[in-house]
Each structure stands twice: as structure tokens, then as C-alpha cells.
């Protein structure tokens, strides 16, 4: 394609427990219903630090291999069959790293054109890529599965991470009401989006006793597992619902069962990992798109800034928790769409 390198930088991971390395790759060309995307941002999520470290089998992705599965750029090229985006089209979405798709730490990618949206006309490169994985785990819980609705009590197990934050705003633009669990240190995040802060050394009893007058939650979003989702079993209410996006190990049912209510677990890369389901992708972040635009979602970023020469240093932050938000690695100055 004219004015597009042969060769592009990507920082490859090796094998299972070894280095990242930056290097020169090939850049890609767009195939049948693809579009060449000229990356500006890549968001960084925990899953990137388990996969480089061999400890996420479900994401099936061979090393070695360019990480990344979110990000936000520039349409520089269109293959056969493309008829939604264009040359200079600004878009966002969660396109690689996993399935044996190439990853967003790199200049360039060739994504499928139904996985994208067009990026927020309000939100920078960096805030939209700090969008897309953690914002169609949260609508696929809260509206594919529990269908929110105006009123309803949705209690957010979790609601400072990148997820919950997600849940809490798509459930208050539903018009729902809104509690979150977290520690004291996560309180102000918590409040500022709305939501009742529930400190989560706070007894499940007296949670449901002080919020909900007794009945329960009608929506229980769980974010953390474990325990939480133990919990979460004995505060939903009656014929409600229980979403969960970290939902291994082994739960007993019978709380979730006197209580006539469901549960519903949420697995966001089956999209990149089968192929099925990705226009509904595409179209999730549309929604996403729509809120940000209308003022009723913001990201909330890590200040500290890194690019493709710094991964490692992102990495750490995020295996040492230390991260104040979502990471994001920068790949160029932000682009005007």
C-alpha cells in the first residue's frame, strides 16, 4: 500500500516466563472484510501479563507473539468487502493477542472491520483504547445476560477495577441504583461514579439488611471470584441474577437456588477465539460509543505513560497492583480523527 512501511516495530513476546523484545516485523496487509489500522494507543489488561507468563491457557495464544488486545488508531487501508470504514476513519476496538491474532504492540494491525467502532468523537486515542475489553465484559453481563432496567438494585462486587467501573456506569444510564464493594482506598472511585460505596469486610447480611431493606439485589456483578462470587449467591434477591466474569474454581449452587435465581458467566474472548459473535462485538462498542458521547462514560486512565520501549515497566505495574486505572502504552501522538 502507498505510504505504508514494508517493516513496522512490535514488541514480541518469546516464550512463557521470558522477555519482551521490540523488534522489526512485516507490516500486515488487510484481507477480505479487513482494514489496515495505524495504531495511536493500546490498552493493557491483566490477562496480557498471565498470557506472557503461561498461566492463561483459555486464551489460547501461542508464543511466541505480538500482545495487546485493545486499542485505538487510524484506518490507513481497507480490504476487499469493506464497505463501514474508510481511509482516515478514527476507530477503537478489542481486535488480537489471543486466538493466534496479532496483538496491538505494534505499529500497525489488520483487524477485522466488524470488531471496530468508530473511536468516541469526545475521548482521546488513549481513553478509547482503555475502552474495549473491559466494556464488553460489562455489557455482556449487565444487559446481554441480566437485562438491567430502570429501578432494579445492581450490586457491583469489585466496582474500582476496570470492570466494575464499566458495570457501575452502564447500570446507572439504565437508571438503575447502584452499590459497589471495594476497600476504604477505593471509596472516592467508587462515589464518583455514583454508586453507594459497601466497604467488602462489611458482613453480606448486613449489606443486603441496609440497601435492599432485607430482599436482595436484583443484579449481582461479580468482578473478583472466589469468595466474592460465594457471596454473591446470598445477596441476590428472589428470581434475580448473578453475572460473573471471573467465575472458576468450585461454588456451592444451593443459595443460588433456594433463591429461584440464575447465574450467568461471562467470557469475553470467545469472539477472537472462534470467530462467532464478533459483529455483536462491533456493535457493543457502538453502545459504548453512544454513552461516552453523551457524557455517561469515562475511562479512567493511569497517569504514567509508556510506549512500545517500556512494556516491561507496564507489565510490572500491573502484576505489582499498583496501577491507578487502566494502563495504556502510547504508540504515537495523539491523531487527530
Known sequence: MPGIPHLMQAVVAEAPGGPLRLVQVSTPHPGPGQVLVRIAASGVNPLDTKILAGSAGHARQALPAILGLDM???VVGVGDGVTTYRQGDAVCGMIGGVGGHQGTLAEYVAADA???????GNLTMRQAAALPLVFITA????????RVCAGQHVLVQGGAGGVGQMVLQIAKSFDAQVAATGSPASRTAIERLGAVFVDRGEPATE???????????NIVYDTAGGASLDASFTMVRRFGHVVSALGWGTHALAPLSFRAASYSGVFTLLPLLTGEGRDHHGAILAEASRLAE?????????PHRFTLATVGDAYRMIEAGTARGKIVVDLEQEIAP
Open 207 to 217: 449489606t443486603v439488611a441496609r440497601l435492599t431493606g432485607g430482599q436482595g439485589f
Open 114 to 120: 466488524s470488531l471496530l467502532t468508530r473511536k468516541p
Open 294 to 302: 453523551a457524557g455517561q462514560l469515562v475511562p479512567a486512565l493511569d
Open 139 to 146: 455489557w455482556e453481563g449487565l444487559v446481554d445476560r441480566a
Open 72 to 74: 485505538a488508531g487510524i
